[in-house]
């Protein structure tokens, strides 16, 4: 074995970077994480990290907007909102070659993984062929595939599952007790609904929310309760940090406010939580990376994030770009994965035992 291999994939720890996945936390754990010393919490969920985990390597997505604007729910976050005054201009669903074209640059560009989001509340029925074409394009190319498309039925999730589609976003966004004064076109009902077709149908669940949103420590400890407490963790949780656009109630309430960024320890406490708590999940830095320094997304990695957006843009808003990823994967020695996702794989491929 070579050092660059020894040092991707150490020896297992035994104890409690072994200790099998559990569903039944309480928030009174959680917020006992959430409250640890900065870094023995981040000791700890480096240590879960490295158990289930390549340290040091770190998934590369790709995100592409295929239909953007004009969404009749009203996020307060969202750019896209039809709500919102962000100047986002609506489009119609792309057209499928050029999905695959963008796909195809960003395989190019040292992609692993495309993730197709639509604004919409729900597709139609008469959207999903030219979906399940884009699906199978981009699975032909060889890169992992997801996509967010809102709320879907389960005939839908069926047919995005014949497809080949490898994971569906549908992110729960917060806690469920705040759920209400984030979205009040839709519930929190309604998310996990969804959420039970995309598993009912065998897709894997990408499932995460927003952080720093004015939202409490309490609020963060609920958000993360109720991702580690589903009966099947999620295979992927993003974790983003709000990107406050003008024009979006949040963005705007937020501006020139304190909290108009993230404190960067509580952005990664709440990283080295999920990590702990869903210990076998992807748990992607997400949105939000564009504004935060380097020390603290390798923080970030250090607490168990392994996967990132690369390119300039997200969906809609900017992201760092990929001439600073390419710097900052030089500087921290970072490499992109190269094994399995373990709950993929059915195992986490340590030899810990714990899938
Ligand atoms: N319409 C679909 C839906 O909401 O499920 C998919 C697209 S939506 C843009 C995907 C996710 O992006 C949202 O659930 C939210 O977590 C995240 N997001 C949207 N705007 C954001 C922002 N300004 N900052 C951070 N995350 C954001
Ligand atoms: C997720 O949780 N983050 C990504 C992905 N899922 C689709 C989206 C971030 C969007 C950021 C705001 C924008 O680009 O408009
Ligand atoms: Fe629409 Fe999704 Fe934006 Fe909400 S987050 S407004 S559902 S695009």
């Known amino acids: 074995m070579t050092t660059a291999e020894t040092i991707a994939r150490p020896a297992p720890l035994a104890g409690p970077a072994a200790a099998a996945v559990r569903t039944d936390w309480t928030r009174a754990e959680i917020a006992e994480l959430f409250a640890l010393p900065f870094t023995e919490l981040v000791f700890r969920a480096a240590e879960v990290h490295r158990a289930h985990h390549a340290a040091g390597e770190v998934q590369l997505a790709t995100l592409l907007s295929i239909k953007t604007g004009g969404c009749p729910e009203d996020c307060r976050y969202c750019s896209q909102s039809a709500s919102a005054e962000a100047g986002v201009k609506a489009t119609k669903l792309m057209d499928v070659r050029q999905v695959l074209q963008n796909a195809a640059r960003a395989k190019d560009n040292g992609s692993q993984r495309f993730c197709m989001?639509?604004?919409?509340?729900?597709?139609?029925?008469?959207?999903?062929?030219?979906?399940?074409?884009?699906?199978?394009?981009?699975?032909e190319l060889?890169?992992?595939?997801?996509?967010?498309?809102?709320?879907?039925?389960?005939?839908?999730?069926?047919?995005?599952?014949?497809?080949?589609?490898?994971?569906?976003?549908?992110?729960?966004?917060?806690?469920?007790?705040?759920?209400?004064?984030?979205?009040?076109?839709?519930?929190?009902?309604?998310?996990?609904?969804?959420?039970?077709?995309?598993?009912?149908?065998?897709?894997?669940?990408?499932?995460?929310?927003?952080?720093?949103?004015?939202?409490?420590?309490?609020?963060?400890?609920?958000?993360?309760?109720?991702?580690?407490?589903?009966?099947?963790h999620p295979e992927s949780v993003p974790v983003n940090a709000l990107v406050p656009v003008k024009g979006t109630v949040l963005g705007d309430m937020l501006a020139d406010t304190p909290m108009a960024k993230i404190d960067d320890i509580e952005f990664v406490r709440t990283v080295a939580v999920a990590r702990i708590t869903m210990p076998l999940s992807m748990v992607r830095l997400s949105a939000g990376r564009e504004s935060m320094g380097e020390a603290t997304q390798a923080m970030c990695f250090l607490a168990g994030a392994n996967s990132i957006f690369t390119g300039d843009k997200l969906l809609t808003a900017p992201n760092a770009g990929d001439d600073a990823d390419t710097a900052m994967f030089a500087r921290l020695g970072l490499k992109p994965l190269s094994g399995p996702e373990p709950l993929r794989a059915g195992t986490c491929g340590s030899g810990c035992g714990c899938a």
């Not at 509340?121 to 959207?127: A, L, M, S, W």
Request: aromatic residues 6%.
């Open 117 to 139: 989001g639509a604004a919409w509340r729900n597709p139609k029925d008469r959207d999903m062929p030219a979906i399940v074409e884009i699906v199978k394009g981009v699975r």
């Open 142 to 232: 060889g890169l992992e595939t997801c996509m967010t498309l809102g709320m879907l039925t389960p005939a839908q999730a069926g047919q995005l599952a014949e497809a080949g589609l490898d994971y569906y976003n549908h992110n729960i966004d917060t806690a469920p007790e705040r759920y209400a004064e984030v979205i009040t076109t839709r519930t929190f009902a309604d998310r996990l609904e969804t959420i039970a077709n995309v598993r009912a149908a065998g897709i894997n669940v990408c499932t995460g929310g927003i952080v720093g949103m004015g939202e409490s420590r309490e609020d963060r400890v609920g958000f993360v309760h109720a991702l580690a407490t589903m009966e099947q």
